[in-house]
């Protein structure tokens, strides 16, 4: 069965420190991954998308991935008491595009 | 990123009753579109997937006769929750992808209250 492992946490981080999330994948054939961010009460939003190994930066968001270790990672930079959320990481499995999700962990940032 | 309408936000019912919620691509057409459940603390759980113009494929568990989905347009899917019991309970998010899409859009989720 595929799955997607992440730390439930809480992860706790102090304002303007470096936020580091970290998921793992079983199935070896996927190609897409995805972090999103979860505010309590929300529903999911779209941070980073990455598809080949190396880092992804956009703002003070670095997705990076490793495929020959099967991990995909999220850092924040900067970090802001507004991203306290919880950091879903998703897989793209092969067939018709559905999403193998993580159970996200939670980010706290502290002030 | 694209835009998906989610309707209503929030919706509290009687139980027995139905409750339909509408997921709505606005300015892409969702070739395929994703329903999830949520319970409080927990992640998101898959509960059916459909492509527009086919029947939905449930996952297993899911009961396909309790949780009517309807794929009818490009732009526009329904969940429907028959006979809902308090056990239904839940936050319902619908997720939207194009044809050209590698990642999927979330509406802005529905909270289901049956009393």
């Known amino acids: 069965q595929k799955e997607v492992e992440q730390n439930s946490g809480p992860l706790s981080v102090p304002e303007g420190a470096i936020a580091s999330l970290n998921c793992t994948y079983s199935d070896r054939g996927s190609q897409s991954f995805f972090w999103y961010r979860q505010y309590s009460g929300k529903s999911p939003e779209l941070i980073m998308s990455?598809?080949s190994n190396g880092d992804k930066e956009d703002g003070r968001f670095t997705a990076q991935l490793n495929k020959a270790s099967q991990y995909v990672s999220l850092l924040i930079r900067d970090s802001q008491p507004s991203d306290s959320a919880t950091y879903l990481c998703a897989v793209r499995g092969d067939s018709n595009y559905q999403l193998i999700w993580g159970a996200g962990t939670k980010l706290i940032i502290k002030p | 990123g694209a835009v998906v309408s989610q309707h209503p936000s929030r919706v509290i019912c009687k139980s027995g009753t139905s409750v339909k919620i509408e997921c709505r691509s606005l300015d892409f057409q969702a070739t395929t579109m994703f329903w999830y459940r949520q319970f409080p603390k927990q992640s998101l759980m898959l509960m059916a997937t459909?492509?527009?113009?086919?029947?939905?494929?449930?996952e297993q568990g899911v009961e396909k006769d309790k949780f009517l989905i309807n794929h009818a347009s490009l732009t526009l899917s329904t969940l429907t929750v028959t006979s809902a019991h308090p056990e239904d309970s839940s936050f319902y998010i619908c997720s939207a992808r194009g044809t050209f899409n590698t990642e999927a859009f979330f509406g802005q989720g529905t909270r289901l209250t049956v009393v």
């Open positions: 459909s492509n527009e113009g086919s029947k939905a494929t449930y």
């Open positions: 990455i598809y």
